[in-house]
């Protein structure tokens, strides 16, 4: 069964632009991350974030986490076109399998 | 490259047919895992390895897939008996597992096709 839920599903955008795109779960965690997987391919790991955190920063990626929401939040500022792939949330329950939810597809047009 | 490896990276056969595949972790990472990823969904976990030991399985993994990680290097995944319902992207990945940090490593996965 899949833990997470992306919203939006889908997301379009120009360069230049901030994406955001909010992840939901349903039981606690140690920690969720964020991944990338561009078209067909393997899964790319962005950040983790682990369960007292609150915020973490990463390059141009910003993540936030509300345990007490169950949510979490990519925000990707100063889209380029290689920002385009699908973005998943993970929760990690308990240090073994990572639960995924169904994904958002970012589309950054030029 | 010393990122997580998978061959072959597709396979088609027929239905009844069975397959194996097989994963190369990071050669440093004692923790290894196969995920199932159909088109539009998110990879469902199917099983995990710590060195050789199989730890954990999921509801997923009918009786006709089986995996194994001999040495507690590389794994391979079996299916037998193949169906069309198993077409899907399986996908390995390996972690360190440090403290409470359980980021996970993805190799390029492995497409498989039933006909």
């Known amino acids: 069964s899949q833990q997470g839920e992306e919203d939006p599903q889908a997301l379009s955008i120009q360069e230049g632009e901030n994406a955001t795109m909010n992840c939901s779960y349903k039981?606690?965690?140690?920690?969720l991350q964020w991944y990338r997987q561009n078209s067909g391919r393997g899964l790319v790991h962005l950040i983790l974030?682990?369960?007292?955190?609150r915020e973490k920063h990463s390059g141009r990626l910003r993540v936030t986490l509300d345990t007490s929401k169950k949510s979490s939040s990519l925000l990707i500022t100063a889209s380029r076109a290689a920002d385009t792939a699908s973005y998943f949330c993970?929760?990690?329950?308990?240090?073994?399998?990572?639960?995924f939810g169904k994904g958002t597809t970012l589309s950054v047009s030029s | 490259d010393t990122g997580v490896s998978q061959n072959p990276r597709h396979k088609i056969t027929k239905r009844g047919q069975n397959v194996t595949f097989r994963c190369d972790p990071i050669?440093?990472?004692?923790?290894l895992y196969w995920y199932r990823q159909t088109l539009g969904q998110g990879p469902e976990f199917l099983t995990y390895?710590?060195?050789?030991?199989?730890?954990?399985k999921s509801r997923l993994l009918s009786d006709r897939f089986s995996a194994e990680r001999p040495k507690g290097s590389f794994s391979t995944l079996e299916i037998q008996r193949t169906e069309q319902g198993d077409s899907a992207m399986y996908l390995c990945?390996?972690?360190?597992?440090?403290?409470?940090?359980?980021?996970?490593?993805f190799g390029p996965g492995t497409r498989l096709t039933v006909l």
């Open positions: 990945a390996s972690s360190p597992r440090v403290g409470s940090y359980n980021e996970q490593f």
């Open positions: 039981t606690s965690i140690n920690n």
């Open positions: 974030i682990r369960s007292n955190e």
């Open positions: 993970a929760t990690d329950q308990a240090g073994t399998a990572l639960i």
């Open positions: 050669s440093e990472h004692n923790r």
């Open positions: 390895f710590q060195n050789e030991a199989q730890l954990e």
